[in-house]
């Protein structure tokens, strides 16, 4: 029997794969269908990347606070209020469109308030899964979780692709609250093995705060890992969220479905990389692991500065995608391992705020940029950039670089 059978034997493992399907099918339908329909409703990448940015902002204001609701509170329970709120705000959008009311400005608060969602699920979820699967079972269990995201990210573009024919681009949101109600229900039904192992009662919300900021600069490990993460989203994450719709639409002249061929091909490549380090990853430091996907991460948004087809675009787009495993996989498994269960909640929570805080940042300023510059020019930047990031890592930051 494989691992991977062994894994699935797991009943709650294999709920909360189901269930991170479901909702990032959601993500990946709702991201398609939000960008674009800013883009045809305003005609501007100021505007677009400013939406963006709202979509990825309460990351920077609630991700300590959310850190410290799930060292204190059941974990599942912040899962289930999170894709109950998503459901209804997403839902929301189908009623201004058909009421008449749907504007830039309209997505941007709807985008700020599911995100809040977001920012409390996030770590609530990291930090459920040690409750659920033995510390020996981390790595490849993390490895099997994002490949929910990979498949979810093939799903989402051919749902999205499918209802563009023949619904039009309203309805994208109609199955995606339809995705974040069906996580909802698989949710509900897990029973961890594990106790949830609750913070000290008597220390205060800032007190936690502090306590978690305070742990993470004075580590080895954690500390450079934020610094590099921090460094590399800002660089990369919004000229990705932001400048692939517009490189997809001002450079190529494609449709939202050729944009969603696009991430769907993005998608192949994260499932193969996945794959790979499912089967492979322990072989590897996590470090090195980590360090490398940075680096590829960075360089291959170098040739996309030479692209001018679809078919060119795919190919890179699935060449580019098998980094990404390589950078969350080893990162999730090393806070989990590193970090004491009773203040993963507040790590997560800042490595959710070094992630999601940044692209906020950096789609807000992308958006901008590609007022002044065209994207294939902004992808040659950030590659060089990002590439540089990854490197300097391995220069300088020893310790993460030989964690395993």
């Not at 490549?269 to 794959?275: A, E, H, N, R």
């Amino acid at each position: 029997m494989t691992y991977f059978q062994k894994i699935f034997q797991n009943r709650n493992l294999a709920l909360l794969w189901l269930g991170q399907m479901a909702s990032q099918s959601g993500d990946s339908i709702y991201q398609i269908g939000l960008l674009w329909m800013v883009l045809e409703l305003s005609g501007s990448t100021s505007v677009t990347g400013m939406v963006a940015m709202a979509s990825y902002l309460p990351a920077v204001l609630l991700s300590m606070v959310a850190g410290v609701s799930a060292d204190h509170n059941d974990r599942r329970k912040i899962m289930l209020v999170s894709d109950a709120f998503r459901f209804i705000l997403v839902f929301l959008i189908p009623i201004a469109f058909f009421g008449d009311f749907l504007n830039p400005q309209f997505l941007g608060i709807n985008a700020f308030a599911i995100a809040i969602a977001a920012t409390f699920f996030n770590p609530a979820k990291d930090a459920f899964v040690p409750q659920i699967v033995a510390k020996e079972g981390l790595l490849k269990a993390n490895s099997l979780i994002q490949t929910s995201w990979q498949i979810s990210l093939l799903l989402g573009p051919a749902i999205a692709g499918v209802l563009l024919h023949y619904f039009g681009n309203v309805h994208l949101f109609t199955a995606c609250s339809s995705a974040y109600l069906f996580s909802f229900a698989l949710v509900f039904f897990i029973r961890p093995a594990r106790k949830f192992s609750r913070s000290t009662k008597d220390a205060t919300g800032l007190k936690e705060v502090k306590d978690g900021l305070f742990f993470a600069l004075r580590h080895p490990v954690i500390f450079p890992l934020l610094l590099i993460t921090i460094a590399d989203n800002l660089l990369l994450m919004g000229p990705a969220i932001v400048g692939t719709p517009v490189f997809a639409r001002e450079t190529l002249g494609l449709d939202a479905a050729g944009y969603a061929i696009i991430m769907s091909c993005f998608a192949v490549g994260t499932l193969i990389g996945s794959g790979g380090l499912f089967l492979f990853g322990g072989r590897f430091k996590k470090g090195h692991l980590l360090l490398s996907g940075i680096v590829w991460d960075g360089i291959t948004f170098i040739p996309l500065y030479f692209i001018q087809s679809l078919s060119a675009a795919a190919i890179l787009a699935t060449i580019h995608g098998v980094a990404i495993p390589l950078l969350v996989v080893p990162r999730t498994s090393l806070i989990q391992d590193i970090v004491p269960a009773n203040m993963t909640g507040r790590i997560f929570a800042l490595m959710h705020l070094s992630v999601v805080g940044m692209s906020a940042i950096s789609a807000g300023l992308s958006g901008l940029i590609l007022e002044l510059i065209n994207a294939p020019t902004l992808f040659l930047l950030i590659g060089i950039g990002g590439g540089l990031c990854g490197l300097a890592g391995w220069v300088f930051a020893k310790d993460l670089r030989i964690s395993d």
